[in-house]
């Protein structure tokens, strides 16, 4: 599913650039930018992320799952933080957003592995996905700058950097939403209940 988000979102971005679109401004938030294809692949990441909360939190209800009513707190904060943009505003501070996200992350895998009849392999490599994300978004745009002088190279590589942060986090997103799905749906507590 990793892979397979990933391959997506870069063929969505390749077909608007070829299609004379600006493939960034389709993976950044739609408040960036005003063209038609604006926020296009972050909106789309948005829904599949609330989607993703909402789908683990009926699991967690339903089948009394502490792990995935942790990982929907994860989700309904990842789609708020997103849709608002509220670690990009925190400035200095956004590292204690990111240290938030790495602890509810401790926390899920914790749970599920104290708790579940399996690892929940699916939900460690959306997590990865995210911490390369993360990654990128810290360091890419000011080792950039820092290697390159101004220049269209430069301009281009750091432009290039939004699309490499939101690829790995989108397959993450996808990763997570069949997971919460699977595991809200397909769960053996709810054969018990038929």
Request: charged share 10%; hydrophobic share 60%.
């Amino acid at each position: 599913m990793l892979f397979a988000g990933m391959i997506f979102a870069s063929i969505l971005v390749v077909a608007l650039h070829l299609a004379g679109y600006d493939a960034v401004a389709a993976v950044r938030d739609q408040s960036l930018s005003e063209g038609p294809e604006a926020g296009l692949l972050s909106n789309l990441g948005i829904l599949l992320m609330g989607f993703s909360a909402a789908t683990a939190g009926f699991g967690a209800w339903k089948a009394s799952s502490l792990p995935l009513a942790f990982l929907s707190v994860f989700c309904c904060l990842f789609t708020i933080d997103d849709a608002f943009l509220i670690h990009e505003r925190l400035g200095f501070w956004e590292f204690l957003a990111f240290a938030l996200y790495g602890l509810l992350a401790f926390i899920v895998l914790f749970l599920f592995w104290k708790t579940a009849d399996f690892f929940p392999w699916p939900v460690l490599v959306a997590f990865g996905a995210f911490a390369v994300s993360v990654a990128i978004d810290v360091v890419w745009g000011d080792l950039v700058i820092f290697i390159l002088p101004p220049s269209q190279t430069q301009y281009f590589l750091w432009r290039a950097g939004f699309i490499l942060e939101d690829l790995p986090k989108f397959g993450g997103i996808l990763v997570l939403a069949s997971f919460a799905m699977g595991e809200s749906l397909l769960n053996p507590a709810f054969e018990k209940e038929r």
